[in-house]
């Protein structure tokens, strides 16, 4: 039976759980999204889930400024590194909605693997 989300290139709430951790494959980069409403640049970086799963996540500002204090400006510096994944419920654009929200966590970098 197709599992949906191994077809979805986008990371979504429903697909991990809080206390999950993730590692950022790449340095990410703002993508214009083609959506009506958006006007601003997204950041997406990919990251490869605890089943093994690589997708994209949109990861919002606050999540960014706490790599950057952690791990450097430069996201670059943040290929291999690992986040603790945390899901909150809270309003984004008028609607109640469940946000991925990620913190560093120090332990010792693993290589990291690309398909």
């Known amino acids: 039976m197709p599992r949906m989300s191994e077809h979805e290139d986008y990371l979504k709430p429903y697909m991990v759980d809080n206390g999950d951790i993730i590692q950022l494959l790449d340095e990410g980069a ?5 959506f009506p409403g958006f006007i601003t640049a997204v950041f997406q970086i990919k990251s490869r889930l605890p089943n093994g799963q690589v997708k994209l996540w949109s ?5 960014r400024n706490r ?3 952690e791990w450097a400006d430069d996201s670059e510096n943040w290929v291999g590194k690992k986040l603790q994944l945390e899901i909150v419920r809270q309003n984004v654009r008028g609607t109640i909605r469940e946000v991925i929200f990620g913190t560093p966590v120090d332990e010792p970098t693993q290589p990291v693997y690309t398909e």
């Open 67 to 69: 790599c950057a204090a």
């Open 30 to 34: 703002f993508i214009k999204p083609d």
């Open 59 to 63: 990861m919002n500002k606050t999540t």
